[in-house]
């Protein structure tokens, strides 16, 4: 029988539920975006035109010669900027992809004697914030003579960090046992077996942890103000807040500044998405 | 794994295995001792020197702390701002990221395109992003007091009034919400669509289904953005830097802690002076730490006996 | 305890109708049993009289009052799932008074209520306990007991058994019978087994792609499926279907060939006082049970089978084979039948037994069927 019986309800609550919702995202989603148009919308002004009454939404007429001219500005030396910020990138992620995979490893598949007491000590390390430390470690560093360089920055990366061997622990014990069992009977090496067998299967695990650690060393900006002093040294952090510090009011191109420092990572985004996404699940433990 | 503990003769096989085990950890190792144990016994030996002012130090006892509670108004501003950013900032941005999620889980269409939108603010780099919040707040040249001014909210003076600057600092901080909210979102589709539904049938109304059963089963990720979101909420520095600088303008309201040591360290070189600050810092950070989990034993269920 | 209606339900997920304007009657204290293949919607038709799943049109009526607008806590149901959906962050105890606690019943009234339950059920030394710690059969029972101390008009199971292994299966079918004749309770159970289905059942009702295609008791089911669908589902080995051709139809006699090798006939079956005429040379499905046949004995008209497979089970033997060469049947002989692959073996019928399909799938009451040179079955 598929006659429509008495009162075909097409759920008219239901759906207007639905509409509520998508009201109240789409809502917080302007909200969260006012300050991206925000950014965009004034990089495009004139120094007039931003404090203009009634406040312009829209500059009018745009000032793209700002999108230029910050490129080149006296105090603000984008593209050394850029090229410092992507060589501390680049060379820490390179080092902690290789000591967190190392060593995530080794806590996750090795058998080895204190093994668990070292994870555990790990773990509690996630908890102690960078100020019991930072003292001492910046006297070494001076003492060392290196303080003005971005070793002190690099080198800590090419021990670990204990945020991602944690992860990446966890991805490894995924790993069935059989398989190293079997690679070691087949007469394969320790690091062999490490190498061609285990990093491969935890390879979406090791562009997770690249791409957030690209993303925090973008975003470091303790680290490099207290180490570094030769304003040619600085990344895109400290270089916005160098130039934000000596020319308040050049609230434009400021903007146009922050966009810079923050379009290419949205360019990162744009190309990897689905890890970003995926390390925000895998956080949670 | 669990391994025997007794002592039985290694295979060659087992050795090798242990020495690699050894080998792929030793940097992290390394790294435990030199960049985290030693250094953290050595804050606490520098806040009972003079170091700093002085090239050699001598040993001061408890001089820096007896400094730092009598007679540095600085400290008490600092810890007061702080403390009330971290007691203001961390509730809020819980409960909305997680009606945020709550929204999301409906099983809308179109979840990733939001997902995707929620999560871009934190990208932007914290300098950027609190240069960016700085003119949306100026009066006269960002949209913020327009806004409030539609809704008939009287608009404050959010960067040059000293009762108002702490607050941009708050709002700042909401932003990047999107990133809890995942968490929470992944978290909410763990609980299983069954036992979701067997609490339709033991009650009609909508909140105590979420405070007995959803939070309940959530609260791992509760707790876990809760820790975190203290811990980073105590050390926040680029944003307070970028307001106010090393002085916390306008008038200290924006001196966060971790700017004050840095002032002490690196302006003033008064190295144990700072250390004496991270240490009292520390203190505080581990009790509240402490005070969270010891609390979270009544309120967070962890599936499966973990921990 | 209570009648159920289903009044002309429908669903559907966009533009698909997952449940096709459904009519049923389930009596008071009847164990309905809803059967048939994944995605025929017989789950989804259990949450929707639990108010689980929203109804596009029709109407539900537990005890002649319509349910529809009412919240699933409000049914006056309680539902057993497939996974037991117990909270894990809570003990056994605290998951039976969850929903009293929430209703404000009286505290005395609850711990009344879980004691008799938990004694019922044998599960009281579990109560502190929490899921996690019990094993499945246990989780099971406190599921149940949830289900009962809720003291519901009905009661709803949606696959409870399918994740338990057979041997624990085969025990819970049998306490679930107790349950039911213990609280006289009206209880509707969901499975794709159709056993579980034959042996809990006093209504089975089986589904098809969001359609009822037969409603009646076990027997009923068994021994007159209404269409071929039905006949294929239900019993175990599953029915002979077996294509045949009309040869001759009069009113007290339908005869038909099965369809042999190269079109030949295997063999004429004769249906006694059809209750409706064929046309001669359309084409029919003949339906045998593996016990409906039996082997002739010397002389006697008969079906020739040969042997491809045997199967001994101890108290039966079942063989495969080919009756002409071609039609497939699986026939269950006596346990110390012997047979061996290749052999051929002539086969007669039972008395009685028998069904005939037409061209469209639906069954043609007869008398019984029998072999042609062999007496009528009445």
Redo the contacts between chains.
Sequence with gaps: ???????????PR?WL??VL??A??IA??AL?????Y??LV?ALKSRGQ??A???Q?WPDPPVWSNLVAVLDYPGFPYWLLLGNTLFYAGMVTLGTVL??A??G???AC????G?DT?FA??VA?L?????????????IWARLGLTGTYWPLIL?A???NAFF?FMLRQFFLGIP?ELFDAA?MDGA???RI?LQIALPIVRPALIVVAVFTT?YT??D??GP??YLQDPADFP???G??AF??QRTTE?AL??T???Y??LP??LL?ALA?GY??RG??I??? | MPSPTRTKPRSAARRQEARAGWLFAGPWLVSLVLLTALPMLATAAMSLTNLGIVDWPDFTGLTNYDLILTEDPSFWTALHNTAVYTAVSVPLRLMLAFGLALLLHSGLRGVAVYQTLFYLPSLVPPVAATVVFMLLLTPGAGPVNVMLSWVGVPAPDWVRDPAWALWTLVLLSLWPLGVEALVFLAALREVPAEVQDAARLDTRRPWERMLYITLPLISPAILFNLVIGVINSFQVFAQAMVIGGTTGNPSESTLMYLVLIYRMAFRYFSLGYAAALSVILLAILGLVTWAIFRLSRRWVHYEGGQR | MATLSLRSLSKYYGAVEVVRGLDLEIADRELAVFVGPSGCGKSTLLRMIAGLEEVDAGDILIDGRSVVDVPPADRGLAMVFQSYALYPHMSAFDNLAFGLRRAGLPRAEIEARISRAAALLQITPLLPRRPREMSGGQRQRVAIGRAIVREPRAFLFDEPLSNLDASLRSEMRTQILALHQRLEATMIFVTHDQVEAMTLADKIVVLNGGRIEQVGSPMEVYAAPRNLFVARFIGSPGMNLLPATVFASTPGLLAVDLTGEAAASAGRILFDRPAAAIAAGSAVTVGLRAAHFAVAGPGAPALDLSVDLVERLGDATHVHGRLGGAARVTVALEGTAPARPGDRIPLTLRPGVGHLFDAAGQAVPAAGARLEGTATSW
């Design positions: 029988m598929t006659a429509r019986g008495p009162g075909v309800r097409r759920r239901a539920t639905a919702r998508h109240a995202l917080v989603a969260l975006m006012l300050p991206f925000w950014m004034s931003i404090f009454r009634p406040l939404w000591s967190c190392a060593a490893y080794s806590f090795l058998r080895w004697r093994r070292l000590a790990t390390t908890l102690i914030p960078a100020i019991a430390t930072f003292l001492p470690t910046y006297l800590p090419y021990l670990g061997i046992r070691r090496g320790e690091l490490f993303l973008w975003h900006f303790f103000l207290i895109l952090s400290v916005l807040f934000r510090s609230w400021s903007m500044a922050a966009l420092t923050t990572l949205v985004f998405s970003f996404l925000a699940r956080a949670k433990f």
